[in-house]
């Protein structure tokens, strides 16, 4: 339902990230991702709201640390590009910035984030120091777990 613009879409996302639904709100970051119409559709205060919203609610990686899923890379992922439909791109890269050098509880979430910086070009757009964090939490898990062909193929790119 949140592919185009609808009414009060302020009000549907606030309330599905509130009613912590892990399952709405995987289904609504999928659906957000790049969503530019219906973040324009929005005023920006609104706008702001959701992006305040949606970066308080940084989707957990779940199992054992040494299991990489496709289904929470691919959470993590549109929960990422939700935040980038939702930012102008310099509050986007600010947010990033801090979201690698100091949020990122789990390396796990660094593979999360490989679509945005690498395929979309964000290695160039992030702080040098956020960089090398983002390659020490891709490499460090890999060495860690060198079993994990989750790993491999989603800091490949073959995923």
């Known amino acids: 339902m949140l592919h185009a613009p609808v009414a009060n879409a302020h009000n549907i996302i606030a309330e599905i990230i509130k009613s ?48 990489l899923g496709v289904g929470s890379v691919s959470k993590y992922t549109s929960w990422v590009g939700s935040l980038k439909a939702f930012s102008t791109e310099e509050a986007f890269v600010k947010n990033l910035n801090d979201l690698i050098e100091n949020r990122i509880s789990d390396p ?25 964090k983002y390659n020490f939490l891709i490499s460090t898990y890999k060495e860690s777990y060198p079993e994990n062909r989750m790993a491999e193929l989603v800091s490949s790119g073959h995923w």
């Open 20 to 67: 912590n639904n892990d399952y709405g709100f995987e289904v609504m970051v999928s659906n957000l991702q790049e969503n530019y119409e219906l973040a324009k559709s929005m005023n920006a205060d609104e706008r702001q709201d959701v992006f305040e919203l949606l970066n308080k609610n940084k989707p957990e990686m779940v199992s054992d640390m040494s299991l």
């Open 108 to 132: 796990r979430e660094a593979f999360g984030l490989y679509e945005i910086i690498v395929k979309k070009n964000y290695a160039e757009k992030v702080s040098n120091s956020a960089l090398r």
